[in-house]
């Protein structure tokens, strides 16, 4: 049952599922899917802390974010997004990531997309498009913090998924703007790469 919560902890992420091409229609909007590592920041007290997808405590990989975090105006959150490291052109890049955890964490920034918790209420029930109404107001617009408001896009899904190939980026990730949260895989959440991967069996080689 949904409703006031006395303590906020790790949620279970919701998990975009797999397509070929964006979903078209009404009320779909658009995110740069950004390659790093999903986090979850869980904030209450004035003490932020922040957990991948398995739900591990990673707050000393994260000084920046957990700074950030400590200094929003409110008294306890959960935030959804993706930690990642911008390369020379502001693309994320995650070899750099995993090399910045260790040598220089200050320059990993948050991206966050979804508001699960606020100052004792749970927004799981609320709409996409409610949540990240109040999770624009909670991040503001300071281009100089670690946790960065993930702004979206509205229109032809393949429009938008062309644009990110041509900036080579990595795909984007379409999500009903009325749905709710869930965790879990989820077909309300859809992510579209710029790319595919396939596995090839080496049968010979010719020198």
Same mark, same amino acid.
């Given at each position: ?65 957990? =700074? %950030? !975090?400590?200094?929003?105006? &409110?008294? $306890?959150?959960?935030?959804? #997004?993706?930690?990642?490291? /911008? ?69 032809? =899904? %393949? !429009?938008?998924?062309?644009? &990110?190939? $041509?900036?080579?980026?990595? #795909?984007?990730?379409?999500? /009903? ?31």
């Amino acid at each position: 049952m949904f409703g006031v919560i006395p303590r906020v902890r790790f949620i279970e992420p919701q998990l975009p599922s797999l397509v070929e091409q964006p979903p078209e229609g009404k009320h779909w909007i658009r995110e740069i899917k950004h390659d790093g590592y999903r986090s979850m920041v869980v904030l209450e007290g004035g003490k932020a802390r922040v957990f991948p997808r398995n739900g591990h405590d990673w707050s000393d990989r994260y000084p920046s974010i957990v =700074g %950030a !975090a400590s200094n929003l105006c &409110c008294k $306890s959150a959960i935030i959804d #997004g993706e930690a990642i490291v /911008h390369d020379e052109y502001g693309r994320s890049d995650f070899e750099s990531l995993q090399s910045a955890m260790k040598t220089r964490p200050h320059s990993i920034i948050l991206y966050a997309f979804d508001l699960l918790h606020l100052d004792g209420k749970d927004l799981r029930q609320h709409t996409l498009v409610q949540r990240r109404e109040k999770l624009k107001a909670l991040v503001g617009d300071s281009t100089e913090s670690r946790i960065q408001f993930s702004d979206e896009f509205e229109g032809n =899904g %393949a !429009a938008i998924l062309k644009a &990110c190939f $041509s900036e080579g980026l990595e #795909g984007i990730v379409s999500k /009903h703007a009325l749905s709710t949260y869930r965790s879990g895989r989820s077909k309300f959440w859809q992510k579209t790469k710029c790319f595919t991967e396939s596995i090839f069996v080496v049968v010979g080689t010719r020198p």
